[in-house]
């Protein structure tokens, strides 16, 4: 296997990851001793089956959730040791987010929704930076309108480049294909791949489609709350034979 | 800013769902800007009037006010004439009014002899009558004609000219307190009288007419030129006799405005107390509002909070966002307002007895409205904010709406607050209060039992989470008639045969009241139960049951399964429903009390009394005494006068015939002999007697109003003071020696054995006929009246409660639309797997109906609890049982499911209306 992160700095890690929900009989284990690295510039796909703890493991080093034990780090800050509104600022300031849903405020324009990580801690966006993103969504002409009266390709074109609009360190995506047909799918990936190829971004992005894993660099395979595999370049068929292979 | 940018877009987006709760803010500060500017406008109408009318004037003399005792006061005619004489007068005007306590003493009649009132009714503006030199100003003018001049001669306003109808020349009989007398019209005049009509007399003929020879009430002074008014004040105070005294023009207005600002100041606090209860009520549903919004826009809250919005910036959002309802509310309802007073204006206009009044907006009216709307909305929002708040971030990746998690700290805070509020109420009951800082004791005492009842209906409604869902639950389970009348029936039992009754002391009466009404509680839901799990194996009947079986489950679940949104709609209608059955009962309980009470008391056979309650001439009780077939009959007075020599304090005396036994008038003596009263007795309550350690025959020097003073012996004391409602009651006789005023309140009159009462009462009313306006009754028709004057009280307290009903019931649709709203994709799936459009609507309405059942029984139980509370506080003197109005209990329960219905119609069209495929798409 080869060590793909070494070369590089981690924009995100976690050192031996635990969480469990509930107590006593009932006790789950979500995540069992997890420790990776998330490398800058790179786009990296969590795969498992339901239950695995990836969406565990993206929320908890995403601090949106808090681990039971271990540490998770965006760069160089450990997640445990910061209040809810450190933990918020964090957030807004170093990581964006892509999820399922698109969750776009309805009520908000295009171009109002892009910078509105922004606008919640009161800063002006970098509007050379804007002009790329907006420009690299291909929706140039459509800013001024309503999530309503776009198609869902474009709601959640919108909504990748409202998590790059900060500039995060990190951008974590929640099945971001998962409400789309596999074509409108498969230019979400495309404008993600050119996110990371051209604006050097690092994407870590949870799926259980082997397709949208081809896109990304590098696979982590979860089972159970454990990493039980990974794969650098990972292609659709050999993603397909590891997911065979794990549920043997 | 992007906050007020995202709460701005929010509201514009949103607005169908804040329409509603626009409705409750709008409705409550209606209430209360219309009531300010209602009272501001009536006070600034009458200063203007009385402003208008003491123009011309520079100043007043008057007598000065008695110490205490209800004697008319007067000074010689003569004072007008020397104050004439001193040079800085310019005019003295000698004014003579007929009494100060009566009205209706000079009414003109139609050619059929019959009395004419303005508005055609006795309870109308009153007829008024005052003497008049003829000079005009001050809102006076001459219409037509010339001065009255002589004992025959009269002028009238001219509205009073037209409804007679009497023109300048006519001859017009008047009934006046010594009988019908025809005076010829000589003028008609233009003056500002707020719908009252005006009989003018010169002022020797009224003097006469009024029985004031040689008297004047008060004498109106005008300053000659060249002199200050001053100047001309001081003059006059030197010339006057020491019970006389002079006030100037603004004290004039002042004085005469008093009595109007505190009639008015009554109406404003009374109008205030109810826009109080409405907007409590919209409290609970703005709170519901926020709490529902909140539920529906998780996803977005927990998406915000992913991307880096604080916790502050969640919660501000919210409250900004309550903030722009309630400004909104509160602009609208301020409009509201000014026309709900516009309306009320116009009602009292039409129905002729209003003057033309000026709408009077004062900023404290604005300040009042818009703080009322704002602290309502931004303070029922605090909650449902900080609810928000905590919302996880996590929640933007779920699909499913969690549940809030305060179920526990609420129970717990509820329980607080219901302990700590019948521990208040408990303390206001039994009296015990201490003055804190400037509050004196009765405030505090006003407070406790105000925040304590306000207490433990706020605990019961956060506690009612816990019962909300199965109460409902069980409502629809069917057992609902039987919950009912087994629930009630218990609860009755307990009543009647309940511990406690003979503990005199009012707390422990309470607390045995309130585990009474704990197991009439108890007795609904196991009565509930035990016919649920009968009827468990059949069919399911009741509400949910007869609904049909899948609609009826459905809706059952719904108003169950979200517990906290159902108690808090139910809890909103229970405000004005615990206060319906409050009034009611209390109204029910005072009604037999004080018939129950008189009912012994009264021996008497007739009753007459003036139809204003004005005093009149005792001639008229004389010779109501002389009719053949009366055997007994006595006049009644009431008067004050003061005990002891020095501070033995200033108590009410009534005087009657004691002579008469107890054939009129039974006071339930209790000791001494009421022979011995007449004619230097006191006849003393048991009660006033404990308090001053008086016995029978100690000798108690009285003081009369006079300066008089005479030792009285205790001859008796009494019990009933239903009766005879003062401490001290003395003979008629006595009355007359030391008083220098002879007219009755009222006549108590005893029919002889075998005679005719309604050839008597003909001839009685004969008499009254002649001598004015008077009512006869006979001992039923007397009750009757003095419960009619009790209902009058409670309709009229119920119509003011039926406004914060409404707002309740806005509540409820508005609860029963934002459910809907929220289950749309859930009502499309019904819609996709087969449910008839009639089925989604039936599943709706019967979630209403159970709402509306579960508030409304919640109300009846607080409501019993309020009145018995309140039943204990008061003296026995005054209510001494407790009766429950059970048609009205019932109707309230009926009404209720109605209203549920109701409620449900435009929610379930709306629901019914979901295509199957838009529903299950819709995503947020």
Known sequence: ????????????????????????????????????????????????PSGSGKSTLMQCMAGLDRLSAGEAFVGEVPLSGLGDNALTQLRRDKIGFIFQAFNLIPTLSAEENIVLPMSLAGRKPDSDWLTEVISATGLGDRMGHRPGELSGGQQQRVAVARALASRPDIIFGDEPTGNLD?????????????????????????????ISASYSDRVLFLADGSIVDEMADPTTDAVFDTIRSLGD | MIIFKLVWRRIRASLGSLLLTLIAIVAGVGFVSGSFILSDSLAATFNSIFEDAASTVDGQVQPKEAEFGFEPRTIPDTLATELQELPEVRKATPQVVYSNDSVNNFIATDTDGQEVYPQGSEQGPPVLTASWD????????????????????????????????????????????????????????????GGAAFVLFDFESA??????????????????????????????????????????????????????????????????????????????????????????????????RAIGATRAQIRNSIVIEAFAVGLIGSIIGLAAGFLFALLIKAGFQAAGGFPETKNVLLPRTIIAAFSVGILAAVLSSLLPAVLAGRVSPIAAMRNERSQEGVFSSRVVAGAIVLVLGMVLLGLGLAGQSTAIGSLGETTVL??????????????????????AGPLADLLGKGGFLGATMLGLGVGLLLLIFGIGDGVPDSVLRFISFAFKVIFAALGIILGTSIIVSVLRGGKATGIGGSAGALEGHLAR???????????????????????????????????????????????????????????????????????????????????????????????????????????????????????DVAPNGLLVSAEYADEQGYEIGDVVPVEFPNGNSQDFTVA??????????????????????????????????????????????????????????????NTGEYLDSLSGQVDGLTSLINYMLGFALFVAFIGVVNTIVLSVVER?????????????????????????????????????????????????????????????????????????????????????????????????????
């Not at chain 1, 070369?7 to 990851?17: H, S, W």
């Not at chain 2, 007679?164 to 019209?185: H, L, M």
């Not at chain 2, 579960?854 to 607080?862: E, M, T």
């Open chain 1, 1 to 48: 296997m080869e060590d793909v992160t070494s070369q590089r700095v981690a924009a995100a890690r976690a050192v031996g990851a635990q969480k469990v929900y509930g107590a006593g009989d009932t006790q789950v284990h979500a995540l069992r001793d997890v420790s990776v690295e998330f490398a800058e510039g790179q786009f990296s796909s969590i795969m498992g």
């Open chain 1, 182 to 210: 596999s074509k409108t799918g498969s230019e979400i990936l495309e404008f993600m791949r050119k996110a990371v190829d051209q604006l050097g971004q690092t994407i870590v992005m949870v799926t259980h489609d082997p």
């Open chain 2, 134 to 193: 003829g000079e005009e100003g001050g809102g006076l003018l001459i219409a037509d004609g010339v001065v009255p001049n002589g004992i025959d001669e009269v002028a009238l306003n001219q509205g009073y000219a037209d409804l007679i109808p009497a023109a300048v020349g006519d001859e017009i009989e008047f009934v006046t307190p010594d009988g019908r007398k025809t005076f010829t019209v000589t003028a008609t005049v233009e003056l500002t009288t």
């Open chain 2, 207 to 304: 003097q006469t007419l009024y029985g004031k020879e040689g008297l004047v009430d008060t004498v109106s002074l005008s300053t000659e030129p060249g002199t200050t008014v001053e100047e001309m004040l001081a003059a006059v105070e030197a010339a006057l006799p020491e019970d006389a005294e002079v006030i100037d023009q603004a004290d004039v207005v002042a004085e005469n405005v008093a009595d109007f600002n505190q009639v008015i100041g009554i109406i404003r606090n009374v109008l205030l107390g109810f826009a109080g209860v409405a907007l409590f009520v919209s409290l609970f549903i703005i709170y519901n509002t926020f709490a529902v919004l909140i539920t529906q826009r998780m996803r977005q809250i927990g998406m915000l």
């Open chain 2, 446 to 467: 006003l407070i406790e039992l105000g925040v304590g009842a306000i207490a433990i209906f706020l605990g019961v409604a956060m506690l009612s989470i816990i019962f």
């Open chain 2, 557 to 675: 679940r719904n108003a169950s399964r979200s517990p906290q949104r159902t108690s808090a709609t139910a809890m909103a209608l229970t405000i004005g429903i615990t206060l319906v059955t409050t009034v009611g009962i209390i109204g029910q309980s005072l009604k037999e009390s004080v018939s129950g009470a008189l009912e012994r008391g009264v021996q008497a056979d007739l009753f007459i009394y003036d139809n204003s309650f004005g005093s009149f001439e005792s001639a008229v009780t004389t010779a109501i005494e002389e009719v053949d077939g009366i055997e007994q009959a006595t006049g009644i007075r009431q008067n004050e006068v003061k005990i002891g020599t020095g501070d033995g304090g200033v108590v009410g005396v009534t005087a009657y015939d004691t002579t008469s036994g107890t054939d009129l008038i039974d006071p339930a003596v209790d000791q001494g002999q009421l022979g």
């Open chain 2, 716 to 777: 008796a004391t009494f019990t009933d003071t239903a009766i005879i409602d003062s401490q001290l009651a003395i003979d008629i006789t006595t009355y007359d020696d030391n008083f220098s005023d002879d007219k009755d309140l009222f006549v108590a009159a005893s029919l002889a054995e075998g005679s005719d009462e309604d050839r008597v009462r003909s001839d009685v009313e004969a008499i009254t006929d002649e001598a004015g306006t008077f009512t006869v009754q």
């Open chain 2, 824 to 924: 749309t994709r859930e009502i499309g799936l019904l819609r996709a797997v087969g449910g008839t459009r009639r089925q989604i609507r039936s599943m709706v309405r019967w979630e209403s109906v159970m709402v509306c059942l579960l508030g409304a029984l919640v109300g009846v139980g607080l409501g019993v609890l309020f009145a018995q509370a309140t039943v204990a506080a008061i003296p026995d003197s005054f209510i001494d049982r407790l009766s429950l109005p059970w048609e009205t209990l019932v109707f309230t329960l009926l009404i209720a499911s109605l209203a549920g219905m109701v409620a449900a119609v435009i929610p379930a069209f709306m629901a019914s209306r979901r295509s199957p495929l838009e529903a299950i798409s819709s995503a947020e």
